[in-house]
Nanobody, 120 residues
Framework: QVQVVESGGGLVQAGGSLRLSCAASGSIFKITSMGWHRQAPGKQRELVAAMTVDGTSNYADSVKGRFTISRDNAKNMVYLQMNSLKPEDTAVYYC??????????????WGQGTQVTVSS
């Protein structure tokens, strides 16, 4: 099986910073992309940032210049450095791992999510 586990969420004041971490482990053949998504109450889940194994990244317009995604391919980990946080960044943040897995082939796995709350 495959596990995707996020950590690093919490409560922070507006203007502050948080760093999220995510680790994928288990029956992995190759991960091609890892990313972060978020879902605020009453809203649809949206992509925040993603990075492919070759380092290509993309960001939601709302976080460009404030958030930075990075990866450790050897450890199947992805990070999200979030600076200049705003109350509208408040959401549950989910990590995803896309790739080829030993038991399920081409698939994408998701973590359980970590809460980020930004107070004004």
């Amino acid at each position: 099986q495959v596990q995707v586990v996020e950590s690093g969420g919490g409560l922070v004041q507006a203007g502050g910073s948080l760093r999220l971490s995510c680790a994928a482990s288990g029956s992995i053949f190759k991960i091609t992309s890892m990313g972060w998504h978020r879902q605020a109450p009453g809203k649809q889940r949206e992509l925040v940032a993603a990075m492919t194994v070759d380092g290509t990244s993309n960001y939601a317009d709302s976080v460009k210049g404030r958030f930075t995604i990075s990866r450790d391919n050897a450890k199947n980990m992805v990070y999200l450095q979030m600076n200049s946080l705003k109350p509208e960044d408040t959401a549950v943040y989910y990590c995803s791992a896309d790739g080829v897995f030993i038991h399920n082939g081409v698939y994408d796995y998701w973590g359980q999510g970590t809460q980020v709350t930004v107070s004004s």
